[in-house]
């Protein structure tokens, strides 16, 4: 308790700026808070603040020594108020991003229950396939599927996604079933558009290699529930997440091919600007998925 007491009057310290604003805040002495800093840095062997009669600055290792103590309060923070009923309480808006398919299933359906669960919490969400730069545009969180592109941001796996080649039982009876992916280019292929998606085309394990192929066909869009329909009408085949299709294979709408060719599971991922000072309601909110998304008994319901 001394030590994080120590901590936390550093904080307070440096942020205020002053022995004695931080000690008028806590209703304490300055000569308390001045003991604490002298204790903390006794105990580090580093010197943290620069103290004198007029003013006070931090050390190079003041300031970096800073910022682990603030991530460290709030991780605290959260840690209590995670498990005490009567801890803080999420607060505050939310704003989540996510492909527009996968968000009209598998999003839009949760946020009552989320709301439910945390009144204080509102939440706007974004349904986009474009790639949403989560950063300048002010968003708190996004939901990605499939591969993610390298990049600073911060994410974390939710579930496991497979994506798999399916054609109606018509189309499959009027073109035939292909047996080897190099048989795409005889068929007609619904191809998803847009730039945001897809940009490696569909892939399969050959020889043991994962492999990718962008056959063509008459048909394109960039919106993946427009392929789905075309698939559905018997207008060609389509590469889709078995999220979106699981329920057409059960009913014998839909029939996968090349299943012998089937890549290896890409991820559905929760996305964040940084890992540091994470709001509580956003790091609930990514809890409150992971439950969901790694329960078998939710993507049977949704099947």
């Given at each position: ?5 120590q901590i936390e009057?550093?904080?307070s310290?440096?942020t ?19 003991r ?7 105990r580090l ?8 009669t ?10 970096a ?13 959260n ?21 527009a ?21 509102s939440?706007?969400?974004n ?5 949403v730069?989560?950063?300048n545009?002010g ?5 990605r ?7 600073s941001?911060?994410?974390?796996r ?22 080897h ?7 007609q292929c619904?191809?998803?558009s847009?730039d ?7 892939a399969f394990m ?14 394109d869009?960039s ?21 979106e ?15 012998a060719?089937?890549a ?20 609930l909110?990514?809890d ?8 078998p ?5 949704a099947?």
């Amino acid at each position: 308790m001394d030590r994080l007491k120590q901590i936390e009057s550093f904080v307070s310290v440096a942020t205020k700026g002053s022995l004695t604003a931080a000690a008028q805040a806590e209703g304490v002495a300055p000569a308390v808070m001045g003991r604490r800093i002298d204790a903390l840095e006794a105990r580090l062997g580093v010197k943290l603040l620069v103290r004198t009669t007029r003013k006070l600055t931090l050390t190079h290792e003041g300031t970096a020594f800073l910022e682990d103590c603030q991530r460290l309060l709030v991780d605290f923070a959260n840690a209590e108020a995670s498990v005490s009923a009567g801890g803080i309480k999420a607060a505050g808006h939310l704003r989540i991003t996510a492909p527009a398919g996968f968000g009209r299933r598998h999003l839009a359906p949760l946020v009552p229950e989320f709301l439910a669960l945390h009144p204080d919490v509102s939440l706007s969400l974004n349904l986009s396939d474009r790639v949403v730069d989560i950063v300048n545009e002010g968003f708190d969180c996004a939901v990605r599927v499939g591969d993610l592109v390298d990049s600073s941001l911060v994410s974390m796996r939710l579930a496991d996604n497979r994506r798999l080649c399916v054609g109606s039982p018509a189309y499959l009876k009027r073109a035939g079933v292909p047996e080897h992916p190099g048989e795409l280019a005889r068929h007609q292929c619904l191809m998803l558009s847009s730039d945001a998606s897809q940009t490696r085309g569909w892939a399969f394990m050959v020889d043991g290699e994962l492999s990718h192929a962008r056959p063509s066909g008459r048909l394109d869009c960039s919106d993946g529930q427009v392929l789905h329909d075309w698939c559905l009408a018997g207008l060609g085949l389509a590469w889709r997440s078995t999220w979106e299709v699981e329920a057409d294979i059960q009913a014998g709408r839909l029939q996968t091919v090349l299943d012998a060719f089937a890549a290896p599971p890409n991820g559905i991922f929760a996305v964040i600007p940084q890992r540091k000072h994470l709001p509580l309601r956003v790091r609930l909110w990514i809890d409150f998925l992971k439950q969901n998304y790694g329960s078998p008994a939710y993507w049977a319901r949704a099947a």
